[in-house]
C-alpha cells in the first residue's frame, strides 16, 4: 500500500522569503504521479503542482517549484518570494492511474508580513 | 470553464438524522470522487465513480453511507443514521478519468453532527 507522510506540521515564513515543505512516500510502483494542493481557510482543495514520476525534471509553476527525488522517495515544494495569500494548509498527494489520491497529513503554512 | 459545484455548503443535523449532499463534476469528466476529510487530517476516499459505474467504495461504511451517479453526471452521498464521529468537510472532486489527470475539487460541504 502506499503512503505518504509530511514531517512538518506547521510551518513559518516571511513575506518575500523561500519555504521549502517536505514530504515522503512509500510506493513499490514505478509509474505515477505526485501532487502538492493547497487548501485555504475555504477547505477547497486547490491544485498547486503536478510531477509524473517517469519525468526527471522537476516540475515549475510560477512561484512554486518541487525537487522530486524518485530513489529517495521525496517531493518537497518551494515556495518563493512568499505572499500572504500563500498562507493554508499544503498537502502532498500521490497517484496511481485513476486511482484514489493518497494525501498526507498536511504542512500548515504561515506568511507573515 | 464552471468549477466542481457542491450544496449545501454548510449543514448541522443531530445525530441519528439523515443529510444528503449533492455534487456536479466539471462537464465532461467521467470520473467522480467522494472524500471525507476530518479536522486536522487529509482527505480519504469514500467512493470513487466511472461514470455511472462504481469503481472503489471499499471505504464507504455502507450500513449507513450510500452514493449514487444517475446518468453518469451529478452525484449525491446520503448519510443515514448519522453519528457523531461523521463530523468532517465532504468533498467531491472530478478528473477526465483517464491515468495521471488532476483530480478538480469543489468547495465541499461542512457537516456537523451534534
Known amino acids: 500500500a502506499q503512503t505518504v507522510t509530511q514531517s512538518q506540521p506547521e510551518m513559518s515564513v516571511q513575506e518575500a522569503e523561500t519555504v521549502t515543505l517536505s514530504c515522503t512516500y512509500d510506493t513499490s510502483e514505478n509509474n505515477y504521479y505526485l501532487f502538492w494542493y493547497k487548501q485555504p481557510p475555504s477547505r477547497q482543495m486547490i491544485l498547486v503542482i503536478r510531477?509524473?514520476?517517469?519525468?526527471?525534471q522537476n516540475a515549475t509553476e510560477n512561484r512554486f517549484s518541487v525537487n522530486f527525488q524518485k530513489a529517495a522517495k521525496s517531493f518537497s515544494l518551494k515556495i518563493s518570494d512568499s505572499q500572504l495569500g500563500d498562507t493554508a494548509m499544503y498537502f502532498c498527494a500521490f497517484l496511481l492511474g485513476s486511482d484514489k489520491l493518497i494525501f498526507g497529513t498536511g504542512t500548515r503554512l504561515q506568511v507573515f508580513p | 470553464e464552471a468549477g466542481v459545484a457542491q450544496s449545501p455548503r454548510y449543514k448541522i443535523i443531530e445525530k441519528r438524522q439523515s443529510v444528503a449532499f449533492w455534487c456536479n463534476p466539471i462537464?465532461?469528466?467521467?470520473?467522480l470522487y467522494w472524500y471525507q476529510q476530518i479536522l486536522g487530517q487529509g482527505p480519504k476516499l469514500l467512493i470513487q465513480f466511472q461514470n455511472n459505474g462504481v469503481v472503489d467504495d471499499s471505504q464507504l461504511p455502507k450500513d449507513r453511507f450510500s452514493a449514487e451517479r444517475l446518468k453518469g453526471v451529478d452525484s449525491t452521498l446520503k448519510i443515514q443514521p448519522a453519528k457523531l464521529e461523521d463530523s468532517a468537510v465532504y468533498l467531491c472532486a472530478s478528473s477526465l478519468g483517464l491515468p495521471g489527470e488532476t483530480q478538480y475539487f469543489g468547495p465541499g460541504t461542512r457537516l456537523l453532527v451534534l
Open positions: 462537464s465532461g469528466h467521467a470520473t
Open positions: 510531477q509524473e514520476a517517469y519525468k526527471q
